[in-house]
C-alpha cells in the first residue's frame, strides 16, 4: 500500500529536506514537487492524489488560498516556519501542521497518523482484507469470517468453510480489518459484528459458539452496537 503526496514549496532547500524524508517513509509515494503553487494548484486539478505537503508564504498563490480552493484531497500537512497560520490551517481542516524546521521524528508521527487514517478509510470501503498465513498473504471476504479466536502463538480466524492459522497479533488484526465488521471482545476473541445471534448476560452467540464480553472490551464493543447501557 502506496499513499500517492505531492509537495509544494517554493524553497528549493525545503522542498528537497521534504523530499527527503518522503523517500525514507516506506508506504510513501512521492509524485512530484512543485516551486510554483499555482502550477500544482492545476496539476491537482486535473491529477488529484491523497496527501499533499503545502507551505503557506508563496508567490502566486498562498498555501491558505490553496488549500481553501481544494476539495479532492482528503490529507493535506502544511509545513510553515510561522506558528500564526496554524489555527486557520485547522479550521480549514488539515491534517497536520509541521512548524519549521521540522525534524525527521517529527514527519515520521505526522506520516503514520496519515497512513492510519488512509488505512481505516480503505477498511470502511472495502469489503474483504488480508490476513499473513505462512507464506501467503490471503484475502478474505467480511461475510464469510464468523470469528477469531487467540490459541497461544497464533490466531485461528474461523469462516463459512474453512480456519485459517495466522501468527498476526491481535493488535495487528485490528488495525487492518474494519472495526464496524470485527469487533474484539476479549483478549482472546473477535467476533463478526453481523453473525452476532444475541447477547445475553455478559455473552455473545455466533453460530453454536458462546463468547464472554470482558470487561476491557465491553463499552466500546455495546458502544458500536448503539447500546446505552452496557451492563
Known amino acids: 500500500m502506496l499513499i500517492d503526496c505531492i509537495i509544494i514549496e517554493d524553497e528549493p532547500l525545503a522542498l528537497e529536506k521534504t523530499a527527503d524524508f518522503v523517500r525514507k517513509v516506506p ?3 512521492l509524485i512530484k514537487g512543485f516551486h510554483n503553487s499555482m502550477e500544482a494548484f492545476l496539476y491537482l ?9 503545502v507551505d503557506i508564504e508563496m508567490e502566486a498563490l498562498n498555501g491558505i488560498e490553496l488549500i481553501s480552493s481544494l476539495n479532492n484531497i482528503p490529507y493535506i500537512v502544511i509545513t510553515s516556519a ?4 496554524a489555527l486557520k490551517g485547522y479550521e480549514l481542516n488539515v491534517t497536520d501542521y509541521l512548524l519549521k524546521p521540522f525534524d525527521f521524528a517529527r514527519f515520521l508521527k505526522t506520516s503514520e497518523k496519515i497512513q492510519e487514517l488512509f488505512l481505516a478509510k480503505q477498511s470502511e470501503t ?3 482484507f488480508f490476513i499473513q498465513s505462512e507464506y ?22 474461523y469462516t463459512e468453510k474453512e480456519k485459517i492459522l495466522t501468527l498476526q497479533t491481535f493488535n495487528e488484526l485490528e488495525s487492518i480489518v474494519a472495526r464496524d465488521k470485527l469487533c474484539r471482545i ?5 467476533v ?16 453454536d459458539k458462546i463468547f464472554p464480553i470482558s470487561e476491557t472490551y465491553r463499552n466500546s464493543f455495546y458502544a458500536l452496537l448503539g447500546f446505552k447501557d452496557s451492563k
Do not use: T, W
Not at 476479549?186 to 473477535?190: D, R
Not at 463478526?192 to 453460530?207: F, H, N, P
Open 45 to 53: 486539478k486535473e491529477s488529484p492524489v491523497p496527501l499533499v505537503f
Open 192 to 207: 463478526a459484528i453481523d453473525k452476532v445471534e444475541y447477547i445475553e448476560r455478559g455473552q455473545v452467540k455466533v453460530r
Open 27 to 29: 508506504y510513501l509515494n
Open 126 to 128: 472495502r469489503d474483504f
Open 82 to 85: 510561522y506558528e500564526q497560520y
Open 186 to 190: 476479549h483478549k482472546s476473541f473477535m
Open 136 to 157: 501467503r498473504n490471503i484475502k478474505l471476504f467480511y461475510k464469510d469470517v464468523l470469528y477469531i479466536e487467540g490459541m497461544r502463538d497464533y490466531r485461528c480466524i
